[in-house]
T-cell receptor, first 114, second 112 residues
Framework: EAGVAQSPRYKIIEKRQSVAFWCNPI?????LYWYQQILGQGPKLLIQ????????DSQLPKDRFSAERLKGVDSTLKIQPAKLEDSAVYLC????????????FGEGSRLTVL | QKEVEQDPGPLSVPEGAIVSLNCTYS??????FMWYRQYSRKGPELLMY????GNKEDGRFTAQVDKSSKYISLFIRDSQPSDSATYLC????????????FGTGTRLTVIP
């Protein structure tokens, strides 16, 4: 079974530039999550989708971050304009059910903002 | 006060040692407790899942939950170099992952 795919793995941009990350979840997983993991910290949920609807985006900085999940499969997370404090690993995860904790993570997209 | 507290380490042990990793939490509503393992430059992977109080064993790994003390532990017996990773505790009050709180992670190195 293929895992959660993410791209790009690494991205370096200057502040105020924009960046987009892509995620393809495990086939059949209806729930998709984007997490932000800053160095030395645990992952923090940014947004959760159930199929193509948003379940929770309360911690998404909506002035600069946006995310969409078209057709209930792939998802894109965009940051525009980027700030220095956005430097982090952006993890995509998916799950088959909404049972707490049974998440399958991708390898992450590491963003460095200079 | 953070919802979940975890000693970041780092922790170095010799191969074969018993490792104890711990988290404390403040929200008494937490019922679901998880341990994730994260290798360097990889995403976290679910290692152990426990509901409510008690112990759960899986091979060399034992997860323990003490809700009265708001304290959870992960024990690794006969530790191996391949166990070298960051271990993240996570917990939730409900079945929705939008309420999943992670610790900061403890970095473990097992020395051959």
């Amino acid at each position: 079974e293929a895992g959660v795919a993410q791209s790009p793995r690494y991205k370096i941009i200057e502040k105020r530039q924009s960046v987009a990350f892509w995620c393809n979840p495990i086939s059949g997983h209806a729930t998709l999550y984007w997490y932000q993991q800053i160095l030395g910290q645990g992952p923090k949920l940014l947004i959760q989708f159930q199929n193509n609807g948003v379940v929770d985006d309360s911690q998404l900085p909506k002035d600069r971050f946006s995310a969409e999940r078209l057709k209930g499969v792939d998802s894109t997370l965009k940051i525009q304009p980027a700030k220095l404090e956005d430097s982090a690993v952006y993890l995509c995860a998916s799950s088959l059910s909404t049972v707490a904790g049974e998440l399958f993570f991708g390898e992450g997209s590491r963003l460095t903002v200079l | 006060q953070k919802e979940v507290e975890q000693d970041p380490g780092p922790l170095s042990v010799p191969e074969g040692a018993i490792v104890s990793l711990n988290c404390t939490y403040s929200n008494s509503a937490f019922q679901y407790f998880m341990w994730y393992r994260q290798y360097s430059r990889k995403g976290p992977e679910l290692l152990m899942y426990t509901y409510s109080s008690g112990n759960k064993e899986d091979g060399r790994f034992t997860a323990q939950v003490d809700k009265s003390s708001k304290y959870i532990s992960l024990f690794i017996r006969d530790s191996q170099p391949s166990d070298s990773a960051t271990y993240l505790c996570a917990m939730s009050a409900s079945t929705g992952a939008n309420n999943l709180f992670f610790g900061t992670g403890t970095r473990l190195t097992v020395i051959p």
